[in-house]
Structures are given as C-alpha cells and as structure tokens.
C-alpha cells in the first residue's frame, strides 16, 4: 500500500487514552442518581420524578441560553447541567412549587456556576448553593410530605401549598426536627417499636427531601460510583464515619449512644449529602489526605450545626463551607516529593546531610 | 518484598497480537540510515568518507565524550551519503548511508576477549563502549556510563524485563528466546561490579517469560526472578527500583547513590554477545504491531533499516494508518514519514487505525484530580497545568515540574483530554532557557 505522508496524524505521547470523558463520569453520576430517584417516586409519588424533570430541564435550558447570549460555544453536552439539575430537585421536598425549582436551577446555572466561568471553575457546587438560596423562602422548602401515602395523595402537577394539602398529608416534623430536640425520632413520633422505626429511617420511609430518604439505596448508588471509578471513598467515608464517631460519643437527651448514632447518620441529607454532594469534583480537594481533612470538616460541621445551630439540617452548610476552604486544604496537603520524606523540595540523602 | 509503587494506570496491555510470536531475523535491506545520534548524549562524529568500503560491526563513528557510545555498520558495502535525514525524534540528523553489497564481510573484533572471567568494572566498562551498547529499552543511556557511575557504589543489580508499555514485546521474546544469554549477562555485570543481588523483575502479565526464567535460574545461582504488577509504568527506572528494593530515588539523583543499578533485559543480552563472541551491537527486536499492521511480529532487524521495511515485512497496511509510531503507544514518538530509520532504542513500531486513538477534543478541566492519584512521581498535574496556563513558570517550578519523568499516566487518564504532559514539556524546555540566561548573565 502506498502512504501517503500527508494523511499521517502527529501526536505528542501518550497516544491513547482512556475511553472515560467527562461525558461518560457525567452519565455514571446520573445512574447513579436515578436508584435514589426510584425510591423517591416509590415513596412520595410520580411528582418527585416531574420536579427532577423540570429542574434538568431548566439547568440543561438555562445552561444553553446562558451560552448563548455570552456567544460560547454551548457546553450542555457534557451533561454537568443534568447533574446539576437532578441533584438540585432532589435535595428539595417533593412539596416545592414547580417555580422554586426553575429559580433554583437559574441560579445554580447561571449565578454559581456560569458566571465563574463554567464548569470546573466554580468554587461552591452549584446545586448546594441553589439549595441555600431557596432557603431563603422557609415556607416554602419546609413542608413535609408523609411518604408512602400512594400517588395520589399529591398532585402531580401545579400547586402543592399547605393549604391546598390536607392536613393528614403533611408530616408534622422530619427525624432530625425531632432529634434537634433531643429525642429519638420513635419516641417522639409516638413510635413504640424502635426496630421498625428504625427500619423506615434506614429504608427511607421517613419525611424528607426528595433525593435524601432512603440510606440503603444511597450506599447502592455509592458502591456503584466506586466500582466505576468516580469517586473515591475518602471523602464520604470520612465525613459519615466523623459523623458516626461525634453522634457515638455525644448522644443528645440522655439517649442511648448506637441508636442515636444509627438515627444520625441516616437521618436528613446526610448520606446523600456524603456520597452526591461533598465529592463534587469541582469544590473538593484532590488529595487523598485533603480529601479526608475535607471529608472530616464536613462531618464536624454538619454535628455543630445540628446540635447548635438554627437549622435542624447541618449538611447543606457544612459542605458550603467546607466548598470555601477546599482549594486551601489543596495548597497545604500537597503530596511527598518523590524520593524525599518531607514535604520539603529537599532530597533524602540532603536530609541527612543537614542533619549531620 | 514489595512488587508494587504507588499511582500509574492499569491499562490493557494489548500484547496479544506479538507476544507468542518467535523472533524473526528479517532480510538485510539494500541501504541502511544510520543516525550519528542514537544514545542519550553526545553525538558522535563520522569517521568514515562517502565512497568507502566498510565491513559488517565496522566502527563508522565515535566521540570521546562519557556520555557517549560509538557507532557500527550493521552491513558491508559502500558509504552512499553523509547527510542530514530525518531522525525518529522528528528532527533531521547527520547520518552516514550505506549501500548493502549482502556479503557481510565481517570486520575483526578489536578488544582482546579471553579476559572476560576476571573483568573488572573499568575493562567491562570499556568493552561495552567499544561494542556500542546502550540502554535497549527506550533509555539509550551509553551503558560504559551507567557502570562507571555504579563501579563501587551498587548493592544490587536490577534486569528490568517489566516491558510495561502496551504492545511491546521485544523484551518478552528476548527473555523467552535467550535466557541464558540474559542470565550470563547479569552475571557478566554483576561480577564485575562485585554485586550479591542480582534480580531479574518481570511484570506479571509475561507468564511464559515467567516460567522459562524461571526453570533457567533455578539451576543457576547468583539470580533471582522477581515478579511485579503488571501496571504502567512499572518499566520505568525509579518505579522498577522502589518495586524491587522498596527504595525511592530521590530527585537528581542516579540510581547508584541508592546503590541500586537497571539495566534493561535486551541490554543484558547483548553485554553477554559482546564479551563472548565480540559482536558490536549492529542489530535489535523490533516489535511491529497495532490494528493497522497486517501481520503483527517481532523482528530481528539491523539497526538502521528504513521502518518502511519492517511494516512491509509484515505484510504491509490493512488500511490507511492514521498515525505511526515508533516506540510505545504512551512514550513514543509519532512518524510522519517511513523513511526514518530503526535506531539503537527503537523497541517498537506501531500503526494505528482511527478507531485505536480515542483522543478527541480538549474540554476544560472539572479537577477530577485523577492526575493526581495515578501520578507515580506524586505531582500534581492539574495545578501544573493551571499555573502553566497562567504562564507562571516558576510556580510550575515549585510544584516540581521537573521531577516529571513524562510517562503519560496523567494524560492519558484526564477525562477532559487535556495534553498535559505536552504543557510539562514545554514547561521544562522554558525552565531550561531560563537557568541558561541566568548563568549566562551570571558569567558576565
């Protein structure tokens, strides 16, 4: 066969790569997020899937436009804006008005993450910082649905507002408004039998955010993330086992410690927060020690804020903080040089030398 | 014993296709190109005219630099040409033509060899110098250079048969086809540098080098066979150490300050051809493979040989390749003409269709940090690269951009495709320029 030089490709090495892209991590996270999905419909109707709809929707729509009023070339193919999108309406009870979400996702899109120069330059996870903005509403984000009242009890589409629930619908408090208070969430429900109150906290058989009920189904998705790579374990690992240590240790009201603990950690965002938020690869350090410091400020933070802070949810702003901190943690924790022992731009044998 | 280090990639090793196959002396072409430079260091100087005969293991150039190795004919004929040709690296280099007349008129063996049982580190040093031997796996560091520089200093001898790049298997079949010439080799080196520790480190994925050096040197003594992970880039100098010994070569530094000396299998062999029968390293195993190569295959092939001539060797193209490359697919150099000649550390050839390169547009970086966790020299690409876009290069400097050994690892894992070992590159090129002025305005 004659070659013809010209149609000879030149490449500097390394001349092949990983079949992984942004777009293929992107989509994983999103598989990922559809188990906990599955269980939010299963619990709290075909509405969770209808505010997941439109907030994607409005990311991935808000994402173009934002791209094309700037004259960029449109960014949505990586699919970060559907990620975004799932995790914003997911972090939100199933109770929101539809038009929260489209704000929510406006301002994720454009205000925390376009506006900073898109995606990888944002220094706080867009949907977390959209979750806190609407929080600015309480009413709004703070009406609890009952799960498990069948797909009817809440209508699908339109208006959701408490007075257009009947009373029997709304859930007078989550686990953690109750725990705030010190008491185990089956006590103070009038719950006799701590196993199976126990089971529905684990399950997610409990009022709560759309994405966050259910803490088996989490850890399936988390196993998942693992296996393929997308995360590692230090962050999460970290922030539930300091969560675990700190609720063991400082059980609230004189309950016993393991329930206490057990009720913590799968209690409110917590997991959720854990495996989907904290390990956003944008606004989290990139060192397996930084990682762990990060993963441990996060869960310290998250028990302050619910033993002493005004919310009964710590997640939401221990990991925002955390986000703030999380290109220092990078600067400090930077790996040993190879062939040195300290983190010094000195060699080994100059060590000795300087010692002796 | 650790058989392991820290970061790299598990990448499909793609072997397949070469590592069963017999080497295959291929015929002499009619003209070989043989580059005044094909070691790391100084280049030689001709010291033939065109228009002269020279005779098969002829020495054709030589400098009297250390880091330097002197170079032979790999046929007999007549010098054509003393001209500037393209060299494997992309540049054109001044190389000496030589037109084949197939005699092989062989020339005479100038180091006297009877000596070879008591050969010290100096007479070793000389004889592989004058056989023109260099680090065979892609180092091609003159290996007098590396003996001088171990000679009373190394505990332990390293034979790296990782052969970690995808691919490759010129070191396999080496170390399948001539075992005993590899362990005479370590043995010839080791003697001579009065080392007890001797080890033979092979990547897990060659199980038939594995079982052949294995039933060798359980009859020998003197050499072990060590097995580690199959991951890239265990071949490489510092890694193959710290999987060995457990110790970790410290930046600028050589492997004998930790006592430890590597030399490559293929190297190892032809130490022992040219102590015992004074042969001058004249040819090479070329590994030819890759979805556009028609019959893939390891080739015995003088050094010199147009790569035109190994593809057509193994039945030429199945396609239209859409990239050449010589070397392996994570450190190699791609060709944009066949005309270049194979070199002294040419251990591969590779042709790829389209559909084998998965590299497409370069998209921003979403600070994975997976450069970080596969980075063996334990960088930070990510950062690196940022401060290089800033175009702050000392800062580059400070995040140890110069510790980077450029095997790939963080380029080739990035899900953005950005090319970042290119930014390194070109970081250590600016870094280079930049002590050069200094020490040129220091000098005034």
Known sequence: MQIDNRRLLMSFSPHIKTDEDTRSIMTDVIIALLFPLIMAVYFFGWRAAFLTAVSVAACVGFERLYCFVSKKESTISDMSAVVTGMLLAMSLPVSVPVWTVVVGAFFAIVVVKMLYGGLGKNFLNPALAARAFLFSWPALVSVWIKPNLGSSAIRIFGSVSRSALSPDVIASVTPLGKMKQGFLPSVAMGDADVISSLRDVVVGNVAGCIGEVSAVVIIAAAIYLLIRRVITVHIPAAYIGTVAILTFLFPLGGNSPLLWMVYSVCSGGLIFGAVFMATDYTTSPVTPKGRILYGVGCGVLTVFIRYFGAYNEGVMFAILIMNCISCFLDRIVRPRRFGTQKKSRKAVGEDEASEN | ?444
């Open chain 2, 1 to 444: 014993m650790p058989t392991n280090f820290k970061g790299g990639i598990y990448i499909d090793v793609r072997k397949s296709a070469t590592h069963k196959k017999p080497i295959e002396e291929m015929k002499p072409p009619r003209e070989v190109i043989i580059p005044i430079l094909m070691h790391k260091g100084v280049p030689c100087g001709p010291i033939v005219d065109v228009g002269e005969h020279v005779k098969l293991g002829q020495k054709i150039a030589e400098s009297t630099a250390a880091d330097s190795a002197p170079i032979h004919s790999s046929v007999s004929g007549t010098v054509t040409a003393i001209e500037p040709r393209l060299h494997i690296n992309g540049e054109k280099i001044l190389s000496i033509v030589i037109e084949n007349d197939f005699e092989d008129e062989t020339a005479e063996a100038q180091v006297s060899f009877d000596r070879f049982q008591s050969l010290g580190a100096d007479e070793l040093a000389i004889l592989v110098r004058d056989a023109g031997i260099v680090g065979l796996g892609g180092s091609a560091v003159p290996l007098s250079q590396k003996l001088l520089d171990a000679a009373g200093k190394v505990d332990t001898l390293i034979i790296n048969g990782a052969e970690c790049e995808p691919y490759i298997t010129s070191d396999n079949r080496i170390m399948v086809e001539y075992s005993e010439e590899l362990y005479d080799g370590a043995m010839i080196v080791a003697k001579a540098l009065g080392i007890k520790k001797s080890v033979v480190a092979v990547q897990s994925d060659k199980a038939h080098a594995i079982a052949e050096l294995r039933r060798v040197l359980s009859k020998k003594t003197g050499v072990s066979l060590c097995v580690v992970h199959t991951k890239y880039p265990q071949g490489a100098q510092r890694q193959i150490i710290t999987a060995v010994t457990g110790r970790e070569l410290p930046p600028e530094k050589t492997p004998s300050d930790i006592g430890v000396i590597t030399i490559n299998a293929s190297t190892a062999v032809a130490v022992s051809r040219a102590v015992r029968e004074g042969n001058p390293l004249t040819t090479r195993v070329v590994t030819v493979s890759g979805s556009a190569v028609a019959n893939p295959k390891n080739l015995l092939v003088r050094i010199g040989t147009p790569i035109s001539e190994l593809f057509d060797a193994c039945g030429g193209f199945l396609e239209h390749p859409d990239r050449i490359v010589a070397g392996g697919p994570m450190m190699g150099f791609s060709q944009y003409s066949l005309d270049t000649p194979v070199i002294k550390s040419t251990n591969a050839l590779l042709a790829f269709c389209r559909n084998e390169d998965k590299s497409s547009n370069e998209t921003t970086c979403i600070h994975c940090g997976k450069c970080v966790g596969v980075c063996p020299m334990n960088l930070m690409p990510l950062y690196i690269y940022r401060e290089y876009k800033a175009g702050k290069i000392s800062e580059c400097e400070k995040l140890n951009v110069t510790d980077c050994t450029e095997c790939g690892c963080c380029s080739y894992i990035c899900p953005a495709r950005i090319s970042l070992v290119s930014a390194f590159r070109a970081v250590k090129v600016r870094l280079e320029e930049k002590t050069g002025e200094e020490e040129e305005n220091a000098d005034r």
